[in-house]
């Protein structure tokens, strides 16, 4: 695959072979990418762990990161994020990872430019967070060994959550049924196609897997922050200890962070014995590996024919 953009772009068979392949890389499996590979992480929306676990992937798997931080970059003059990337391109850089604030921001890169670099989205305003939602994948595959049948409630602000959009999706797809809490108005149309709304005390009960997401006050009008109690999201919608206490036996708890503790989560459920979130974040760096395998693979096949034919 040249790129990765959005889950829907990939196959059943593609997700079962990035688990498989970031499974291997967990187990110990050394990278084939030449150290001559050059990746470079344009975030033009913070990130803390998405930015700095691709770091480490490509660290890991014998690349050099070009250094890039918006704020200091030519997009503060004007540059264009094709221009950006297309500089990033010529100067040498194989892969890019991409945040940006604008949904869909890639369908211009790849459908109106001829680009020679591969692009994995790193997330898209409130679109898709693939690699996100593939350490997910992950996390629940090693627990369950199968995705068909389980349960899976997400609660939260479903509407502005890429990782909501990209999770609700895939998961529907591998068979599993999926479920949502949180405020009706968070509750769209799009994720009344794919399953019900639920009580969060129901969903703490019947779920296989309780994934909790953050409220996010930055895509949240003036209004909304205004009428917004931290407290009563908390008494309605948070998971504490008592909905824990609630959850089946082997059912998990997920989050894709960061966490905002007192408000979807209680303090001392983060780290209780069902949570996963800081093993999700483990996954995080051998998903990422996989997946820049994934894209660079091509290339690898291109570069061993080219030595052949100069031998
Ligand atoms: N889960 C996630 O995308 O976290 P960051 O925003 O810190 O990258």
């Known amino acids: 695959m040249k790129n990765i953009l959005s889950m829907s772009q990939l196959s059943n068979e593609e997700v079962y072979s990035l688990i498989d392949s970031a499974e291997k890389f967990k187990a110990g499996k050394k990278s084939m990418i030449g150290t001559d590979k050059f990746a470079i992480n344009l975030f033009f929306e913070n990130s803390t762990r998405t930015k700095s676990s691709f770091q480490v992937a490509e660290m890991k798997l014998g690349m050099k990161e070009i250094e890039f931080e918006a704020s200091t970059s030519s997009t503060t003059k ?18 890019a990872i ?13 459908n109106n430019h ?8 790193g997330g898209d305003g409130t679109g898709q967070h693939p690699s996100q939602s593939l350490l997910d994948l992950m996390t629940i595959f090693e627990h369950f060994g199968k995705f068909d049948g389980l349960k899976i409630g997400i609660i939260g602000d479903l509407s502005h959550s890429r990782v909501a959009h990209s999770n609700a999706e895939i998961l529907t797809r591998l068979g599993a049924q999926v479920c949502f809490g949180g405020l009706d108005a968070w509750y769209t149309p799009e ?11 129901d969903l703490c009960r019947e779920m296989d897997v309780v994934m909790l997401l953050r409220v996010q006050h930055e895509r949240l009008s003036e209004e909304e922050n205004k009428n917004f109690s931290k407290t009563d999201y908390f008494n309605k919608y948070g998971l504490n200890k008592e909905r824990v206490n609630m959850m089946k036996a082997d059912a998990m708890i997920m989050h894709p962070a960061p966490i905002n503790r007192g408000a979807e989560i209680a303090d ?11 093993p999700q ?31």
Request: aromatic share 8%; hydrophobic share 40%.
């Open 98 to 110: 991409i945040r940006h604030s604008q949904d869909k921001y890639y369908e211009d890169l790849v």
């Open 268 to 278: 001392d459920v983060v780290e209780c014995d069902k949570s996963y979130i800081f």
């Open 191 to 201: 994720f009344a196609e794919m399953g019900p709304h639920m009580d969060v005390d």
């Open 114 to 121: 001829n680009l020679n670099i591969h692009i994995i989205n």
């Open 281 to 311: 974040m483990a996954n995080g760096v051998f998903m990422r590996m996989a997946m820049i395998e994934a894209v660079l693979e091509g290339d690898n096949v291109r570069d061993e024919a080219t030595d052949q034919e100069r031998q």
């Open 78 to 95: 004007g540059e264009s994020l094709y221009d950006t990337i297309k500089t990033e391109e010529s100067i040498g850089a194989s892969v």
